[in-house]
C-alpha cells in the first residue's frame, strides 16, 4: 500500500506506517526526494527530521525509491481480481497497520500522480494510487481505453438485388424482406456496412448501391452518406425504423463543397505519372483491354503496360473465364474478358492495378483484404504481386494476427500460408495453446487439427524464414514498355521523323495532354 510522506508518494514498508497528521500549510511541506521510509511517529507536525537507518527496517524486506517494488520473500503471492487489489490499496491508505498482513500483490501496484487541476495546490501530495495490471505493464493494455460495445443490426435486402424500389412500394411487405446481421458499434460508418453486406452477397461492385433509412409507418426512404452512423441514428430515432441496402443506380450523392477530394489515385510531387492510370475512367477511350467480373462490372487497362508488368493476365487461365472477345479498334485489336460471377471484386484488381503501376500500401488494408489479393494473385498466376504480398503477411505475423491468418488461410485453401502459420504456433505454443480469444476465431476443428499435429511432434520445427520480397522494378519496366512500344497507338509526325507513343502514358503525364489526345 501507499504513505504519503511530505508531498511525494512512496511505497513505505509496514513496520513505519503509523496514523499520523501531516500539516497542510504550504510553507510547512517539504518534499522528500529521496523517499527513505520514516518513523511517522517522531515527527512533529512542523519539523523536518532525519529519517532513520536502513538497519531499522523490518528484516528481509527491501526498500526501493519511488515508482519501485517491495519484495517480501517469505509471503507468498496470493492471485486476486483487480478490483479486489484495488480495494485493499484503498483501505490500506485509508487505515494503515503496524503488522505485515498483506493480501495486495505489490508487484502490480504502480504510483502515478494525477494530473492537478487549474488553480489546484501543486505540493499537495497525490492521495489516489493507480492500479495496474501486469498487461498493462508490458505495454499490451490501455488504462484510458474505452471499449465500445458491438451491436448486431440488421440491413435488409431486396430478393431482386438489382431491383429499383421506391417509397410506393415499402407498403408492399414482400419488398425488402430479407436481412444481413452486421456487428457494429456507434463509430462504424456507412460504408463498412455496405462492405460488409457486399461480402455476404457476393456482390463485386457496390458503386450503384446505397443504404438508405426506411420508416415503414410513414412509407419513406432517407438516403444515408457514407460517413454516417447507423449505430447512433438507431439509438436516437424516436420512430421504429429499418436500414436497407438498395439498388439506386440514378441517385447521386451531393458532397458538401468542403469536403477534400479523394486523391487515392492522384499522383503525389515526385511520383511517376503513370499511377494516375489506376483511375480507369478519365483514360477509359485509351483501353484496349476489358475485364468484366459479372453484373455488369467492368474495368479497363492497357495491353502496354500489362504485356511487362502482369504477362499472365494476358494468358489467363481458361477456367476462370466465361467469356473472351476480341473487338477491331482504331490502332489495333481489344480484348474484352468476362470472369466467372463472385471469383474477383472491382476492389480487389483496382489494387492490383495499383501494384502495377507502383506498390501497395498495406498499411491501409485489412488482413482480410490482403489475403484476398493475395488469393487472386495465386489464382491469376501472378508471380511478382503473389511473392509480394506473401512476404509482407509473413514477416508481419505474431500473435495479434496469427489466428487471422489460420482462418483466412483456410477459407480460401491457401496451404502455403496455413502451414507457415501453424509453424509459427508450435514455435509459440505456450502463449498460442492458452489464447482462449484465438480458439474463438479459428474454431474448435482447426484447432483440434493444430494441437493434434503437434502432438505427434518429437520436437518443435525450426521457426521459417519469410519469404523475400521482391526487387521493385517499376522503373525498368516501364523503360522497357517505351523501349519495345508495342501496342503503340497513336504517332507523332516532325517532317520524315515518326515517333510512336502510347496515349495513356502521354496522357497521364500532363492534363493538357488527357484533353487533346481525348479530343
Known amino acids: ?50 529519517p532513520p537507518p536502513i538497519a531499522a527496517h523490518p528484516r528481509d524486506e527491501k ?59 501543486t505540493m499537495q501530495a497525490p492521495l489516489t494510487p493507480t492500479m495496474r495490471s501486469p498487461r498493462a505493464a508490458l505495454g499490451g493494455e490501455k488504462q484510458t481505453l474505452i471499449k465500445l460495445t458491438p451491436v ?22 414482400r419488398v425488402l424482406k430479407t436481412f444481413k446481421s452486421i456487428r457494429a458499434t456507434g463509430q462504424t460508418p456507412v460504408r463498412q456496412f455496405i462492405e460488409d453486406v457486399a461480402k455476404k452477397l457476393l ?16 412509407l419513406s426512404m432517407k438516403l ?74 467492368e474495368i479497363s487497362t492497357f495491353k502496354a503496360i500489362v504485356e511487362i508488368r502482369f504477362p499472365s493476365l494476358l494468358e489467363v487461365d481458361e477456367s476462370l473465364v466465361k467469356k473472351k472477345r476480341e473487338k477491331n479498334m482504331a490502332h489495333g485489336v481489344g480484348e474484352w474478358l468476362r470472369f466467372h460471377d463472385g471469383l474477383f471484386t472491382l476492389d480487389v484488381f483496382q489494387h492490383i492495378f495499383d501494384y502495377i503501376t507502383g506498390t501497395l500500401e498495406f498499411v491501409k488494408l485489412e488482413l482480410e483484404k490482403i489475403i484476398l ?7 491469376l498466376r501472378y508471380e511478382g504481386l503473389f511473392q509480394y504480398v506473401r512476404s509482407h503477411v509473413e514477416s508481419t505475423i505474431g500473435t495479434h494476427n496469427v489466428f487471422l491468418l489460420i482462418k483466412f488461410s483456410e477459407e480460401f485453401e491457401l496451404q502455403e500460408l496455413k502451414n507457415f502459420a501453424f509453424n509459427f504456433c508450435f514455435n509459440n505454443w505456450q502463449t498460442v495453446s492458452s489464447s482462449k480469444d484465438g480458439l474463438a476465431i479459428i474454431g474448435l476443428s482447426l484447432f483440434q487439427e493444430m494441437t493434434m499435429e503437434k502432438a505427434g511432434m518429437q520436437e518443435t520445427p525450426a521457426l521459417l524464414e ?54
Not at 2 to 29: C, K, M, R, S, Y
Not at 64 to 74: F, L, S, V
Open 1 to 50: 500500500y501507499v504513505q504519503n510522506v511530505f508531498g511525494e508518494a512512496g511505497l513505505v514498508p509496514t513496520g513505519f506506517t503509523q496514523a499520523h497528521t501531516v500539516a497542510q500549510d504550504d510553507n510547512t511541506i517539504q518534499k522528500n526526494p529521496k523517499m527513505e521510509p520514516v518513523n511517522m511517529s517522531s515527527i512533529p507536525e512542523s519539523e523536518n527530521v532525519a
Open 63 to 121: 526498500v526501493y525509491g519511488e515508482g519501485q517494488k517491495i519484495e517480501t520473500p517469505e509471503m507468498p503471492r496470493k492471485r486476486t481480481s483487480s478490483f479486489s487489489k484495488m480495494a485493499a490499496a484503498a483501505a490500506a491508505i485509508v487505515s494503515p497497520r503496524r503488522d505485515n498482513s498483506m493480501n495486495i500483490s505489490m508487484e502490480d501496484l504502480e504510483i502515478s500522480e494525477p494530473s492537478k487541476p487549474p488553480g489546484a495546490n
Open 152 to 173: 448486431i443490426v440488421r440491413v435488409y435486402t431486396n430478393e431482386d438485388i438489382h431491383k429499383e424500389i421506391e417509397e410506393k412500394d415499402l407498403a408492399n411487405d
Open 203 to 218: 456482390l463485386p461492385d457496390t458503386r450503384q448501391f446505397h443504404m438508405f433509412i426506411i420508416d415503414r409507418k410513414a
Open 224 to 297: 444515408l452518406r457514407e460517413d454516417d452512423r447507423p449505430v447512433e441514428i438507431q439509438n436516437n430515432s424516436p420512430n421504429d425504423i429499418q436500414f436497407a441496402l438498395i439498388y439506386a443506380p440514378k441517385v447521386k450523392i451531393k458532397e458538401p463543397k468542403n469536403k477534400a477530394q479523394d486523391t487515392r489515385w492522384q499522383t503525389a510531387q515526385g511520383d511517376l505519372t503513370h499511377r494516375r492510370l489506376v483511375n480507369d475512367v478519365p483514360y477509359l477511350k485509351f483501353a484496349d483491354l476489358t475485364l468484366n467480373l459479372g453484373n455488369n462490372v
Open 373 to 379: 489479393i493475395y488469393s487472386a494473385a495465386q489464382k
Open 466 to 519: 519469410p519469404t523475400p520480397t521482391p526487387e521493385n522494378t517499376i522503373i525498368p519496366d516501364f523503360q522497357k514498355v517505351r523501349s519495345l512500344m508495342h501496342f503503340a497507338d497513336a504517332v507523332s509526325v516532325f517532317g520524315n521523323l515518326i515517333i510512336p507513343y502510347h496515349r495513356c502514358i502521354l496522357a497521364a503525364a500532363s492534363p493538357k495532354f488527357l484533353l487533346l489526345l481525348r479530343n
